[in-house]
Nanobody, 122 residues
Framework: VQLVESGGGLVQAGGSLRLACAAF????????MGWFRQAPGKEREFVSG???????HYADAAKGRFTISKDFGKNVLYLQMDSLRPEDTAVYSC?????????????????WGQGTPVTVSP
């Protein structure tokens, strides 16, 4: 199992980014996957998740601004991030469970990508 993120970068507050997580050796359609982030000096935190059944979940900080989705044809997980704020600055990582069921706990994810940095300037 391999996960490769892309799409991070530097953006001004109020801007948008779309993160992508390409999956190899498994099918995103039937797998619970999530996005987590870790800001400097802080613990990793849950951002958004999507189950193998398609139900989506968001942390309060992401609700109304971020959208998680899967592209079955490309076998890719996305995180569309709009109305970005400086406090969204972090390294964003995608993760996959060996299960269809959603979890917000990073300890319940089995595979992780290398992370992609997002910096939001004021």
């Amino acid at each position: 199992v391999q996960l490769v993120e892309s799409g991070g970068g530097l953006v001004q507050a109020g801007g948008s980014l779309r993160l992508a997580c390409a999956a190899f050796s498994f099918t995103v359609r039937s797998t619970a996957m999530g996005w987590f982030r870790q800001a400097p000096g802080k613990e990793r935190e849950f951002v958004s998740g999507i189950s193998g059944y398609g139900d989506t979940h968001y942390a309060d900080a992401a609700k109304g601004r971020f959208t998680i989705s899967k592209d079955f044809g490309k076998n890719v997980l996305y995180l569309q991030m709009d109305s970005l704020r400086p406090e969204d600055t972090a390294v964003y990582s995608c993760a996959a469970r060996s299960s269809r069921y959603f979890s917000q706990y990073d300890s319940e994810y089995d595979s992780w990508g290398q992370g992609t940095p997002v910096t939001v300037s004021p």
